[in-house]
């Protein structure tokens, strides 16, 4: 599976490069998509574990330093979310909140929803 991540742009830096693909895990998938204005959307499918935990907290992170208006997170295609993607996501919203930018959960699933009830994240 992939990601998508911004490329590099020597042009106008409000305008965003087509992306280029990046590896997550073996187990899920994201896309990323962005205009010049608002936030980023990041869309997530599959399982997130310990094996794609720190890949999802940097994409997480580098999107929140590359978009200032933020980000929402689509987990609405995750089938799987361990407490190691849970503490990803929770080293996001401090990344975020540190910056003032919003990361918004846009979307959910079972799974995920199951974990951050547990944990009392909702």
């Not at 280029?20 to 204005?37: E, F, K, M, N, Y």
Request: contains cysteine; hydrophobic residues 45%; charged residues 15%.
């Amino acid at each position: 599976m992939t990601i998508l991540e911004p490329a590099a742009s020597t042009a106008d830096p409000g305008s965003r490069q087509a992306p280029r693909p990046l590896s997550l895990g073996p187990h899920a998938g994201v896309g990323l998509t962005a205009g010049d204005q608002g936030p980023a959307t990041v869309a997530v499918t599959g399982e997130l574990d310990l094996v794609c935990a720190d890949a999802f907290q940097s994409l997480l992170c580098s999107t929140l330093d590359a978009y200032p208006a933020g980000l929402r997170l689509d987990l609405g295609g995750v089938g799987f979310f361990d407490c190691s993607a849970l503490h990803a996501l929770e080293h996001a919203r401090r990344h975020a909140e540190a910056r003032g930018r919003p990361l918004v959960l846009a979307r959910s699933s079972a799974a995920v929803d199951l974990v951050l009830r547990l944990a009392g994240s909702v």
